[in-house]
């Protein structure tokens, strides 16, 4: 039961250009949606979060957007930087009684420099 | 800054044996939660913990796994008779339960990596 979906396993992108990781999901249930990135033997880091009611939501160089109607969301890195080099999860979360988050499969990003 | 911190960070076992996997989590924090991921999938949730009972699980959650607070600092996840499909790397987390979604964020360790022989 793929609730979240990131349907891309890997990207590749060079220095300074922008990143977009994309992320849908299936259950309309879901109000909350957010990005951690994960380096190799670490846990998922926090990067940025979006709520239902927004459409985009801004953190530096990491902008989030929503397309509640398509259930789509994605993550732009902008500038791409080397230490972006990461697998990056996006989750969700399903409102008012629940605190788990529905994980995706996650996306490998490289920025190369 | 405040992390979460998870031990071991390689848990070996035979299948059929008991495993407890502890975590501190943030101390200010008072959600408390288990993750699992096998690997080449993706992150799942286990179970969440708050004022000292589960307040939520998975369907993995099964009887073999139970969860407890022993002290004011720590929470771990006992695995009663391990099964090769119980390897996995298993993520603790925890969050403030804040009444908004935005302050309420989760904060992973690092994992344990459990692996049944």
């Known amino acids: 039961d793929q609730q979240v979906k990131q349907n891309s396993p890997s990207l590749s992108v060079q220095e300074g250009r922008i990143s977009i990781l994309n992320c849908d999901y299936t259950?309309?249930?879901?109000?909350?949606f957010l990005w951690y990135k994960k380096y190799p033997a670490e846990g998922p880091t926090f990067l940025i979060s979006i709520s239902s009611i927004k459409d985009k939501n801004e953190d530096g160089r990491f902008t989030v957007f929503l397309n509640k109607s398509a259930k789509h969301l994605s993550l732009h890195i902008v500038p791409s930087q080397p230490g972006d080099s990461a697998v990056y999860f996006c989750a969700a979360s399903a409102g008012s009684g629940t605190y788990k988050y529905i994980f995706g499969t996650g996306t490998r990003l490289k920025v190369l420099a | 800054e405040p992390e979460v911190t998870q031990t071991p960070s390689h848990q070996v076992t035979q299948m059929g044996q008991e495993v407890i996997l502890r975590c501190v989590p943030i101390s200010n924090h008072l959600y408390f939660y288990w993750y699992r991921q096998i690997l080449g999938q993706k992150v799942e949730f286990l179970v969440s913990?708050?004022?000292?009972?589960?307040?939520?699980k998975s369907e993995i959650f099964d009887d073999q796994f139970s969860v407890e607070r022993p002290d004011g600092s720590n929470f771990t996840l006992k695995i009663r008779s391990t099964k090769l499909e119980d390897s996995a790397m298993y993520f603790c987390?925890?969050?403030?339960?804040?009444?908004?979604?935005?302050?309420?964020?989760?904060?992973f360790g690092a994992g344990t990596r459990l692996s049944v022989l």
């Open positions: 987390a925890s969050s403030p339960r804040d009444t908004s979604r935005a302050k309420n964020i989760q904060y």
């Open positions: 913990f708050y004022n000292n009972e589960i307040s939520e």
């Open positions: 259950n309309s249930m879901f109000d909350y």
